[in-house]
């Protein structure tokens, strides 16, 4: 069983930074299968996809509302995966999610929010105007 565990979450001026980790078990990301990707989900907003990728591939993915500003990495020695935050501002408040896809996206293919069947906590994020 995948478990994730995220932390690096708090509260942020805007125009900060801040860097989320999210700690995998169960899967090893060295193995180059499956996919992880952020999510956020906002008060009374829909949960949404902001960045993901597929290790097989290299398919990466970045919604419009934080390309340029997000970036997502990985370290494999610590299975672990990092979403650093610039630029934040105050309409990035929210509940940060990690998740992991036992599939792997070719590129050119849009991830698929529904594939995602492990899920972390999550990890809160406030930015203040």
């Known amino acids: 069983q995948v478990q994730l565990v995220e932390s690096g979450g708090g509260l942020v001026q805007a125009g900060g930074s801040l860097r989320l980790s999210c700690v995998i078990s169960g899967r090893s990301i060295s193995s180059g299968s499956g996919s992880v990707g952020w999510f956020r989900q906002a008060p009374g907003k829909e949960r949404e996809l902001i960045t993901a990728m597929s290790w097989a591939t290299a398919n990466l993915y970045y919604s419009n509302t934080v390309k340029g500003r997000f970036t997502i990495s990985s370290d494999n020695a610590k299975n672990t995966i990092y979403l650093q935050m610039t630029g934040l501002i105050p309409e990035d408040t929210a509940l940060y999610y990690c998740?992991?896809?036992?599939?792997?996206?070719?590129?050119?293919?849009?991830?698929?929010?529904?594939?995602?069947?492990?899920w972390g906590q999550g990890t809160q994020v406030t930015v203040s105007s």
């Open positions: 998740a992991a896809s036992p599939w792997s996206y070719p590129t050119g293919l849009p991830f698929d929010p529904a594939d995602f069947d492990s």
